[in-house]
């Protein structure tokens, strides 16, 4: 089967750092996504990762790990702003290499 | 910057309606998807079409139809409206980067 697992809630302080893990297990892999969506909103594109390792992206980065369908997003100096719900998404490439398989979503919640 | 727009931020029907759902892209990408999204559900893939005429049923397509005469844009229908229908439909548009770009999104509720 395919499941994409990642925390309900998160909370944290402005100006700290936060972690947002994700793992998945899905039949193909041909990358994985973070998405950010704000309430009422769209979600909207924050990183990628096809190969193992860190991606950085100013405050944001995202790291994958393909031999344990592991990923995080790892958000630095947060700010209110960053209250949003936060998804992780895995291209499954079996499925015509299109689709995007998503996770339910963590709801970060930032605090003063 | 790619553009994804959907006909209507709110829409209100009736059961048994027939609704359509517009989503037009402005970037001549092939791919586009129709999601709804539901609390505790997250996003579940409805359609997705690859290249004008073609589609393919994603996880959930019942009570769905979708349509694709030009490459700019993806209509879903609901050819027969339900309660259990009422949520919030995300179309996307993807790049040659594999990139999805979101649309506003549409929020149906059917009475």
């Known amino acids: 089967g395919q499941n994409i697992d990642q925390p309900t809630e998160m909370t944290a302080t402005e100006g700290a750092i936060v972690q947002i893990n994700c793992t998945y297990q899905t039949s193909g892999f041909n990358g994985l996504f973070w998405y950010q969506q704000h309430a009422g909103e769209a979600p909207t594109f924050l990183s990628y990762?096809?190969?193992?390792g860190l991606e950085e992206k100013g405050r944001f980065s995202s790291f994958l790990s393909r031999s344990k369908g592991y990923s995080y997003l790892l958000l630095k100096e947060l700010q209110m702003k960053d209250s949003a719900s936060y998804l992780c998404a895995v291209r499954d490439g079996r499925q015509a290499g299109t689709a995007l398989i998503f996770g339910k979503g963590t709801t970060l919640s930032v605090s003063s | 910057d790619v553009k994804v727009t959907q006909s209507s931020r709110y829409l209100v029907k009736r059961t048994g309606e027939k609704v359509f759902l517009e989503c037009v892209q402005d970037?001549?990408?092939?791919?586009m998807f129709w999601y709804r999204q539901d609390p505790g559900l997250g996003l579940r893939l409805i359609y997705f079409?690859?290249?004008?005429?073609?589609?393919e049923k994603g996880d959930i397509p019942e009570g769905y139809s979708v349509s694709r005469e030009k490459k700019e844009r993806f209509s879903l229908i609901l050819e027969s409206a339900s309660t259990n229908q009422t949520s919030m439909y995300l179309c996307?548009?993807?790049?040659?980067?594999?990139?999805?770009?979101f649309g506003p999104g549409t929020r149906l509720t059917v009475l």
């Open positions: 990762n096809v190969l193992d």
């Open positions: 996307a548009s993807k790049s040659a980067s594999d990139t999805q770009y």
């Open positions: 079409s690859y290249d004008v005429k073609m589609k």
């Open positions: 970037m001549d990408h092939e791919n």
